[in-house]
């Protein structure tokens, strides 16, 4: 079977990997962070991309921070993640929209107010696969 969508292919990786959540939880942060990817797709594409990332921020990142704070709060007396213990794709999505937006941003401060999405990138981030990966020459 040919898979052609991102969404899907990453839905179809994390059922085979383990990673894989039938919660609409899931579905709900899945698509806002969707949302806030694709609008932070042209950036590199910009004439003038420090400002085209400066307006991301106070559109996008501004705006669903708090969501995602929010969601996350709900589950943290069970884990970080987003389904609390249970490690998901979603999170893994989550945490490369904020890394590569504070990449991009060259300030990772915007994570600082909002502990539980600090908490959430911070994790993954240690997760000994994706330390190795982000420390590698990628």
Do not use: C
Request: negative net charge.
């Amino acid at each position: 079977q040919n898979l052609v969508q991102t969404d899907a292919i990453t839905r179809f990786i994390a059922r085979r990997g383990g990673f894989s959540s039938e919660s609409p939880r899931v579905d709900m942060v899945q698509g806002a962070v969707v949302d806030l990817r694709n609008a932070l797709v042209p950036y590199p594409f910009q004439e003038n991309p420090d400002a085209f990332l400066a307006q991301w921020k106070a559109d996008k990142l501004d705006k669903y921070l708090p969501m995602f704070e929010k969601v996350l709060s709900e589950m943290s007396e069970a884990g970080p993640y987003v389904m609390g213990d249970l490690f998901t794709f979603v999170d893994i999505t989550l945490f490369e929209v904020l890394h590569f937006g504070s990449e991009a941003l060259k300030d990772a401060s915007a994570l600082a107010p909002f502990t539980n999405v600090s908490r959430l990138y911070n994790t993954v981030k240690e997760r000994p696969k994706i330390a190795s990966y982000l420390q590698s020459p990628r």
